[in-house]
């Protein structure tokens, strides 16, 4: 394991001392390629999503090969009374989500990337809606930053906490002991769409790039033969954010 770079700050001590352990109590991690996570510098870290406990498990990860990772979390958790103060005070930015004020995370996620901060992203925008738990459609967000900023785009794949908690459950399952593995693929060549103006076209691309390199990483890590198409929500009927279950039984209910 690496000495990690950059100065953690209280929020940062505070965070390790409640995270390391309760991850390590939750479930074994295996890292594969752990080394290939950028030592210094901005860079972009793209995760699949696939249970609300996949920020603490990847953070984990990324802290012990020698990175402070900051993530794009959505809003309402830096409204709650302790964990809020604990992520805003880790340099964690804030996305209000579907609304015309991401502009502002993503204005402070560039200058982070220009800063030397290695910045994780979730490319789904939530957690996956796939039945099966593969990567679905990918939204622009990763690809435009890559673009902007020319930082390096790393695929980071992970399996099993999903064993842990289920996805939108609220039910942890520690017993018997799960084991997550957590694989670090090569950078993701976007360099010829880098020069000249950024076109919806080039981001488009970059985002079918990051998508597809992300999917092969979870690929090679459950050792099962991904879906030919990604799933949308969109075309799927299926809301974009929050627990699908409950839109669709309050939608019964006559409820927004």
């Not at 939204?139 to 099993?160: C, M, Q, T």
């Amino acid at each position: 394991m690496r000495k990690v770079v950059g100065r953690k700050g209280t929020a940062v001590r505070v965070a390790e001392v409640l995270v390391k352990p309760t991850n390590r109590a939750l479930a074994r991690r295996v890292d594969i390629d752990g080394e290939k996570i950028p030592a210094i510098g901005g860079c972009i870290i793209v995760a699949n999503h696939v249970t609300k406990i996949d920020p603490l498990i990847v953070a984990h990860m990324i802290y012990d090969h020698g990175r402070i990772p900051r993530f794009l979390a959505k809003e309402a958790l830096f409204e709650l009374p302790v964990l809020g103060r604990i992520v805003r005070g880790a340099g964690q930015i804030p996305v209000p989500r579907l609304t015309d004020h991401a502009r502002g995370a993503y204005d402070a996620a560039v200058r982070a990337l220009h800063a030397g901060e290695l910045l994780v992203f979730y490319p789904e925008g939530s957690i996956t809606r796939d039945p099966n738990l593969w990567p679905m459609r990918g939204k622009s967000g990763a690809a435009r930053l890559a673009l902007e900023s020319g930082a390096p785009v790393i695929p980071v794949g992970h399996w099993g906490d999903q064993e842990v908690l289920a996805p939108y459950s609220s039910r942890l399952r520690p017993f018997p002991r799960k084991t997550v593995t957590l694989k670090v693929g090569d950078p993701i060549d976007l360099a010829d769409l880098l020069e000249g103006e950024i076109t919806p076209e080039k981001v488009a691309e970059a985002t079918a790039r990051i998508m597809a390199a992300l999917t092969q990483v979870v690929v090679d890590i459950r050792g099962e033969q991904a879906p030919v198409e990604r799933f949308d929500p969109k075309a799927a009927g299926v809301a974009e954010i929050g627990n699908p279950k409950k839109t669709k039984k309050n939608d019964k209910k006559g409820k927004a």
